[in-house]
């Protein structure tokens, strides 16, 4: 009883719940002597939450009976979710997942539309024929999916950008925890911010110096881009959706400048899209899961060569407006079967279920590297005068044997912080480690550098940076059995640059660590 006791106090948590819908009970223990009587906010078929006059408790279902009005039906209960957030997760990648997950486990997955996007997803045992959940999918950007949560309308939220300062506080006050924290957020997929213009358009790349400039209204006609004497029209998403906070993130912030006041707003990337399509003389930015038949403007630079966006591209951050697809969770447990389905997602049945559903999955590939020629010739054609052609000549030598895994790692602009993509990549390559999947071979983490400043330190911070990401990899594996797992680190600087260090976004994209195996 005294395990009970315990087990009662240290399930306090502070939530703030909205009470309308929750309704009384009583959770006794098997021998009476212990009673706790409050609002019902949720039951997960194992334990209950508990609104109760001690703060929220989360009590395991196994040790108490129930009774009052809100007792759930223990022999035919239901796993409830609702996820709420971006149409572009919400319409097309969730339902894809949801089917297959119910294909790969027994249910039949039946929908049943509510409103205008909003869908609810039953999912029947194929035996029995009992409904085992319910998962409601709602669909509208992702400043509502926070909204949502942070009302309790909602469990998991569909983001195409990371949590803002104030979103994060308020959940941390409402008692959800820090969802910018290791378990409170993972990256579900990977999508690509793509410029994109009409088929009829000569323009074929642009740097992000010039993509920036564009939507800040300093480039607003054509001739400036090697075009026709035309104005340029550029349209993006509402400030609401994730991906239209995510071009005025990355390409307006940094350099201090507003939006375009000839920019045009799209609720959708179908509309912005078509609009798009139907004017000579726009440009859009959109995913690269949903251009059409538009045509696709790739980035480039003087001193690096054009990158469009591949699917090795975007796990790898070469490219540079890579946009991760994010889901994000509160501090509180969820149904047996939710759970389930978020392990089935990281799954390689899952990624090739997300590839198959036009997005960018997280399975990592070796690139052998006859496959890399473009990356070496530009790495000696711009080497500056401190990279010697005996560096290159090492640099060659030492990578000639191993394959370049898709796995990178890159950091938040200005900081020495991971950011959210690689978060993810120390999640996954530690995962790998854990299954033994590298077993028996050499991994090897090589750290790079952008050019600013001397470089031979350079090199010492990208040696400084490899190891770094070595430990965190490390320290997440930490079922690995590491003695059969040969690691090295190394460091060449500044001497493979995929983009010009004459910004911030070429500076960002050169600072990173890569992975290498045989």
């Known amino acids: 009883m005294a395990i009970l006791r315990a087990a ?5 948590l502070f939530l703030t719940a909205a009470a309308a819908a929750a309704q009384d009970v009583t959770l006794s223990s098997r021998d009476g002597s212990v009673v706790i009587r409050g609002m019902l906010l949720s039951f997960d078929g194992e334990y209950y939450r508990v609104d109760t006059e001690y703060g929220e408790l989360t009590v395991d279902g196994s040790g108490v009976t ?5 007792c759930p039906n223990l022999q035919a209960y239901v796993a409830e979710l609702v996820i709420s957030g971006a149409a ?17 486990h027994g249910y039949a997955v039946s929908r049943q539309p509510v409103t205008p996007g909003e869908i609810v997803f039953v999912l029947t045992e194929r035996a029995g024929q009992q409904v085992a959940g319910r998962f409601t999918i709602r669909s509208t950007n992702t400043d509502e999916g926070f909204a949502d949560l942070l009302a309790n309308e909602a469990d998991i939220v569909m983001a195409l950008r990371e949590i803002r300062p104030g979103e994060l506080r308020r959940a941390i006050e409402a008692g959800m925890g820090n969802l910018r924290a290791a378990g409170r957020n993972r990256v579900l997929a990977l999508d690509a911010l793509v410029p994109v213009v009409a088929p009829g358009n000569p323009l074929d790349e642009l740097t992000v110096p010039q993509l920036s400039a564009v939507y800040a209204g300093a480039i607003d006609n054509w001739q400036a881009l090697g075009g026709p004497d035309a104005p340029i029209v550029p349209h ?8 239209g906070q995510a ?3 990355r390409l307006l912030v940094p350099v201090g400048a ?8 799209h609720e959708t990337d179908r509309a912005l899209v078509q609009a798009v399509l139907e004017d000579p003389f726009a440009i859009g930015l959109t995913t690269a899961s949903e251009i059409g038949i538009t045509k696709q403007v790739a980035l480039s630079g003087d001193c690096g060569f054009a990158l469009g966006a591949t699917r090795r591209n975007a796990k790898t951050e070469d490219y540079p407006l890579t946009a991760p697809v994010f889901l994000y969770m509160p501090a509180r447990r969820m149904p047996k079967l939710v759970r389930e389905f978020l392990a089935y997602t990281r799954t390689p049945g899952a990624q090739m279920v997300i590839r198959r559903a036009g997005f960018v999955d997280q399975l990592p590939e070796e690139v052998p590297i006859d496959d890399q020629g473009a990356r070496f010739a530009n790495a000696i054609a711009r080497a500056g005068t401190e990279v010697s052609l005996g560096d290159l000549q090492h640099m060659v030598s030492v990578l000639t044997p191993y394959r370049r895994l898709t796995t990178s790692f890159r950091f938040e602009a200005g900081s020495s912080l991971l950011d959210a993509q690689s978060r993810s990549n120390v999640e996954q390559l530690a995962a790998a480690f854990e299954s033994g999947l590298y077993d028996g071979r050499e991994v090897m983490f090589v750290g790079f550098s952008d050019g600013d400043g001397a470089a031979r330190v350079n090199t010492q911070i990208a040696m400084k940076r490899a190891k770094a990401v070595e ?3 490390i320290a997440a594996a930490r079922a690995a059995d590491m003695d059969r797992i040969a690691l090295r680190v190394e460091a060449f600087g500044e001497a493979m640059p995929m983009a010009c260090d004459d910004s911030a976004w070429g500076r960002q994209v050169n600072r990173r660590v890569e992975v290498w195996l045989r």
Request: charged letters at 20%; glycine letters at 12%; one cysteine or more.
């Open 8 to 12: 009662f106090c240290a399930a306090l």
């Open 66 to 70: 129930c009774e009052g009005p809100a």
């Open 88 to 104: 572009t997760t919400g319409e097309v990648l969730l339902p894809a997942l949801i089917e297959a997950f119910g294909m790969r």
């Open 236 to 243: 993006l998403l509402t400030p609401g959706a994730g991906l």
């Open 247 to 249: 071009v005025e993130d």
């Open 258 to 265: 507003d939006l375009a006041e000839g920019a045009v707003r």
């Open 471 to 473: 430990r965190a990899v």
